[in-house]
């Protein structure tokens, strides 16, 4: 049983393998195409050599994207090709009954999941931000749309809400914006600052202009404007957080996902957008092991000669339907308010009963 075991594995190892850098391949030749007006806008500051870069620093991304979809077409090409030409029969000879089949297809869909969250929680992030501050060089820093980054921050007696609008690969903040309210809401002075940087438990806000609102009765008691070239404002919201809220919560690592979350949660913001990301970063590594279920029906098949071709290209028309389910259900979970581990775990959860229902059927009753 050890053979047969490395026998299925190394084919589905090498399968993925090929259906993954065929598809890398395909998505990195459209990233440079997107990527060539970004050229002419750069002559200098932006040359190919780093568009190139970039590019293939959002190779892993693509490759988390891909590794359930490719898991699925390596995998029923195989169990095809191994029907097609009668070895799954002598295998199923040797005692591989469809159990056993099931159950050493799940350690290897178990495999795969793993492999899918190093590289969607560690990998992906690090080289994502990697690139966004290769590319940052050329356009100045990160930036969020026209208004930026904004945070919320709640101290003892007052509340805090923060615009940033250019995170530097430096570290160095831009285009800063301070909202002080009272603890009754109202607005009480306003901070701005051309460049801030993060200390340990404040920001040094420099070339700072502050705006306060009085309760006084003259107009000077009651609006006073004031120039100060440095300024030291205490505050718990560090730089990382920045680079959260400038960031895409797709290219944000689990745990990075789970401490913004209560962040928000703490200031009483809604975080349903990235709790919605967050329990997809939970449910999408076990896709590969739904996958692995459905193509092991695949092996129980009667080929035509060259007919697992029709086969081959249904495994992609599933992976794709599964791609394409996962983000239609974010959205509809987004509208409909339904509970994000719902919206994130209803994509997996109805192709695992596909898997099942087909393994019932193809495989236990055939």
Known sequence: MKTLRRLIYVEVFYAVLYVCIGFL???????????LPALDRHVQAYRLTQALGYVALRIPAHLYELLPIAVLIGTIFVMARFAQSSEYTILRTSGLGPWRALRMLLVLGLGFTVMTFVVGDYLA?????????????????????????????????????????????EGE?????????????????????????????????????????????????RVQHIALPTLRWPTEITQE???????????????????????????????????????????????CLVMVVLALPFAYLHFRQGGITSYVFGGVLIGISFFLLNNVFGY????????????????GFIYT??????????VLRR
């Open 125 to 169: 992030p690090l080289a994502d931000n990697t690139g966004q501050l290769l590319k940052a060089r050329a356009d100045g820093g990160v930036s969020l749309g026209g208004t930026g980054a904004w945070l919320k921050e709640r101290q003892r007696y007052a509340s805090f809400n923060v615009n940033v609008k250019v995170l530097t690969p």
């Open 332 to 347: 509809i979970g987004v509208l409909q308010n339904w509970s994000p581990w719902i919206a994130a775990g209803a994509p």
């Open 353 to 362: 009963v596909m898997s099942l229902c087909a393994f019932g059927f193809l």
């Open 241 to 287: 957080m920045v680079s959260v809220a400038l960031l895409k919560p797709e290219r944000m690592s689990t745990v990075a996902l789970f401490q913004y979350i209560r962040h928000l949660e703490a200031n009483s913001q809604s975080a349903q957008r990235y709790e919605l990301e967050f329990w997809r970063k939970v449910f999408y590594p076990l896709s």
């Open 173 to 221: 903040m831009r285009g800063v914006r301070i909202f002080e309210n009272d603890s009754r809401g109202y607005l009480v002075s306003i901070t701005q600052a051309g460049v801030a940087r993060v200390e340990e438990g404040a920001w040094i806000l420099k070339d700072a202009a502050r705006t306060e609102f009085g309760a006084g009765d003259k107009q000077q008691d």
């Open 25 to 35: 391949a395909l998505f990195f030749f459209f990233d440079v195409l997107d990527e």
